[in-house]
């Protein structure tokens, strides 16, 4: 199969009018020795077969019923307006705006994306987006570093540690340090030779911080220092206090859960944003609005290019040009969508049955709730036997929650569970009788 | 006068919105048990729309954006080729979108990536690739983070990057931001790497390598290929391939036969994965044996148990993006791969190469052409010598109201008043013939009546916008 509309005869008479003999002659520039005449690939494949080849692969994947799996990726409810929108092949199929005037209608929609981000977050200004959670929160740390000019920053404890690897492999790119604390060390650690702070709230492993101590903390003995925020989950933002209300310098977080499915963990949305301040240093793209030149309409287009690398190249706030835009498209219409009483309901419910389900752990003989703190939708749970739980999760056709051995070996016996609005009673009652049936088990030798 | 669609935000009831979450089934408690007054958000900003209202407006918004499956889209080094349906269908498959990245039972996915990753081995040569970064820019840093790491281990102290003019502007861009700084090595008047200047900044002694485009961004493929690369190499340096004009080079020769350790593809153009208007994309990272240890993790490797992830190791760069890359963006570019086959992915170089060089002899004849020999993919026009002093952005912005969608223009920036066009291989050769004939008449215009070229466009849902506004006063948000 091939998508290339020509017949021969039409190549001969293309030819005739290049005035080439053949379509080698055209790739005279060549050196013969570079030419190879026989790629070891596979034949090409009919529509159908390939269907059936990629059908066979992804069945070999499992897909579970019902899931309390989260750590940075999450199952929460897509209207079916989303994938209507984001299909219509006039968006998905078309480049960065260059061009505003053929691009209005989704400069236009990235415009409203940047407006429901801030309102949302109640943060000055969002950019158009960025590649995920981890890379927004990576740049952001590197970007504090451009703005003040100091080359130290301080990781609390709690953010999630692949997002945290990222941030190491973009700093060190940099020259930049980082130092990973617990909060209750964050006081002493502060000095003036500090970028930046970053952390995560809801945290990892689901403690939802009163960020007013921090930033009260950071105000005080570090005023120039940036306090970055970044959130795995923003759905809470349905009911929790926005980062906009606390002092935040630059708020990023990852999207996905905004009308996005899982897809093995991408494509997903960096969210991006900041105070009017930073504007000018901020990374990647920017919808503005602004008028015709002779004329009166209001028009949309890609606007503060000046920060970006196409034309300042070596100088430029970063690299970022292809973004995730389709993603942000999905968010917008997801959040319109689900409306100011759809996403308060969905944080409700998210709230709710998570702390349901962590009132029914507690009950349970050998396991031990570990958050001190208020939670959203995940927290983390010491049971007699993970392995147990986990397997009879799978026979039952439960996603299992998170072995967080995965990440910090030294927790053995925790688990992150996550339960979102997608948990029905029915699911929450097995994944409890399932834990109610291992609680005499005895204790794996740690 | 407002814009002609009004913002969604100006619509909005006090109705009873559609639900769509699940019925609240399980007991609740007072949300303040939960979570403490001080830390809930007083209101929130979001209208209540009715869904048909929703609809109807990007309903309305999509018409008024121009995508490949509106016309031609020849945006020079975009590669704006028609994404095919069936890539569609596959992508939204539920044993791939509802896969947990941190899932066990994913053996699907990790035998599509590693599968994913031969196929791209064999095309261009490489050895080892990873799929992790997310588009072309990314893949850039990564592969030279892959060189900083190279450099460290070995205790050199490399600083360096040579970028030609003519790059793209991630890459000094994407250099910055692995710690180096740019040598800019300035085309010789075929539009090629200059060698004795190469060797000249080789002397030097704190470089790392070169990034390059081959075939450059003016559509030409360097003859001298081979003693570039040999040059860089003979002075300790490595040489990145910049794979963002890779799709005439498919199935007829390899980057790695040109002599490049590290290459990146963009799945979102070569290889057919919608743009998105402006992403998701993908930027696989291609790299020789050498350097295979410092591939990014996770890194696939095939084991008797199957596919795996390699142990972590001291040398890697780390992790460039949380769980695997853009899994989405991947199944399309590997579905594209299987359904062409070797035989159609050469006829896609092919073809790409023909629908080029078809178009610029017929263009040629009446807009200036800088550099006058065979192209590959693209080559580049400039509004020197445009009757009336018509310029770039006039002639592009008057393609506009012929209902097509313009080039690439102002850049490479060493052409002035470029227009840089790419037709790609989907093209038909009608559709080729419409944008000719749309092009002779604009210059026709430029002669008869270029105050028509200066205002335009005028068919368009608003007229030239102002930019210098949007800048000085800019407005992100209502």
Known sequence: ?446 | MKSNIPLIFEKGFDGEQQSFVPQMDVDMVDLNEILPENLQRKDLPIPNIPEVDIIRHFINLSLRNYGVDTGIYPLGSCTMKYNPKVNEVVAKLPGFTFIHPLQEESEGCLELLYHLSKLLGELTGMDGFTLQPAAGAHGELVGLLIMKKYFEIKGLKKQKIIVPDSAHGTNPASAKMAGFSIIELKSNEHGEVPLDQLEFAMLEGDIAGIMLTNPNTLGIFDKQIKDITRIVHDNGGLCYYDGANLNPMLGICRPRDMGFDIVHLNLHKTFSTPHGGGGPGSGPIGVVNELIPFLPEPCLISTKQGIACREKNDVSIGRIKAFWGNFGVIIRAYAYILALGAEGLKKVAQIAVLNANYLKVQLQQKYYLPYNRVCQHEFVLSDQGMPNNVTTEDIAKRILDFGIYAPTIYFPLIIPGALMIEPTETESKQSLDYFVEVMNQIYDEAKSNSVLLRNAPHNTPVKRLDAVLAARKPVLHD
């Open chain 1, 1 to 446: 199969m091939n998508f290339v509309p020509h017949d021969n005869k039409t190549i001969a008479e293309m030819l005739n009018i290049i005035g080439a003999n053949s379509l080698k002659e055209l790739f005279q520039d060549i050196p013969k020795d570079l030419f190879i005449e026989n790629f070891n690939l596979p034949s090409g494949l009919s529509e159908s077969d390939l269907l059936n080849q990629l059908k066979e692969l992804s069945q070999k994947n499992k897909v579970y019923s019902s899931s309390f799996l989260g750590a940075g990726c999450y199952y929460h409810y897509i209207p079916s307006l989303v994938d209507f929108v984001t299909s219509r092949s006039e968006f998905y199929t078309s480049y960065t705006p260059y061009q505003a005037e053929a691009s209005q209608g989704y400069l236009q929609a990235i415009y409203e994306y940047q407006t429901i981000i801030s309102r949302l977050t109640q943060m000055d200004i969002a950019n158009a987006s960025m590649y995920d959670g981890s890379t927004a929160l990576a740049e952001a740390a590197v970007m504090a570093s451009i703005i003040t000019g100091k080359n130290s920053i301080i990781l609390i404890k709690g953010i999630h540690p692949e997002y945290e690897e990222v941030v190491r492999t973009y700093c060190w790119g940099q020259n930049i340090n980082i130092e990973t604390e617990i909060i209750e060390n964050l006081e002493d650690k502060l000095n003036n030779k500090v970028a930046a702070i970053l952390f995560q709230n809801p945290n990892f492993f689901g403690d939802i911080e009163d960020i007013f101590k921090i930033t009260k903390i950071v105000r005080d003995k570090c005023p120039d220092c940036l306090i970055i925020q970044v959130m795995t989950d923003p759905t809470c933002l349905g009911i929790l206090k926005p980062p906009g209300d606390t002092d935040i310098d630059i708020f990023v977080a990852e999207g996905q859960s905004f009308g996005i499915n899982p897809s093995f963990g991408g494509p997903g949305l960096g969210i991006f944003t900041a105070k009017q301040k930073y504007l000018r240093k901020m990374p990647g793209r920017l919808i503005g609005k602004t008028k015709e030149i002779e004329g009166q309409k209001e028009g949309f287009l890609l606007t503060l290019q000046a920060r970006e690398q196409h034309i300042r190249r070596e100088k430029a706030s970063s690299n970022i040009c292809t973004n995730q835009a389709l993603c942000s498209l999905a968010a917008l219409v997801y959040l319109l969508a689900m409306g100011r009483t759809g996403l308060k309901e969905v944080a409700l419910q998210n709230f709710q049955k998570a702390h349901f389900v962590k009132k029914e752990l507690s009950k349970i003989h050998g396991y031990e709730i570990l958050n001190k703190k208020p939670t959203y939708n995940e927290f983390l749970v010491k049971c007699p036997n993970i392995k147990a739980l986990i397997k009879q999760c799978k026979q039952q056709n439960l996603q299992p929650p998170l072995d967080i051995s995965r990440y910090y070996p030294e927790m053995k016996n925790v688990v992150l569970v996550c339960v979102t609005e997608m948990n029905s009673k029915d699911s929450i009652d097995t994944f409890i009788k399932i834990a109610q049936s291992i609680s005499n088990d005895k204790m794996e030798v740690e």
